[in-house]
């Protein structure tokens, strides 16, 4: 059974930073696209970045582009998301996802497992 765990959201103010993570169990993780997705108050989840296997490719929603890095490890079964100069629109529940294939996805149905979320909240 998949298991996805994100950590790392939290409070901040705008322009902060915050990293989350996402430890990834019962697959075999260097094979699987990984990503992150969001989801606001009262709207829908949203794509954000996700990764190819090795790492070597990745893809930015337009709004994160140049604030937020998604990087991997697949020693630790672990990816990431680094997020710098935060805005308040950027306050979201923030998803793992594992893909069904090991390519880049960007969309809900590229993705097969999920996370429980963390919540991102950055004040003004």
Known sequence: QVQLVESGGGL???GGSLRLSCVASGL???NSGMGWFRQ????ERVFVAAI??????????DSVKGRFTISRDNAK???YLQMNK???EDTAVYYCAA????????TE???GSWGQGTQVTVSS
Do not use: C, H
């Open 12 to 14: 901040v103010q705008a």
């Open 28 to 30: 075999t993780f260097s």
């Open 40 to 43: 606001a108050p009262g709207k």
């Open 52 to 61: 190819s296997r090795s790492g070597g490719s990745t893809s930015y929603a």
């Open 77 to 79: 079964n672990t990816m």
């Open 86 to 88: 935060l805005k308040p």
């Open 99 to 106: 893909g069904r294939t090991f390519f880049i996805a960007t």
């Open 109 to 111: 149905s590229g993705f």
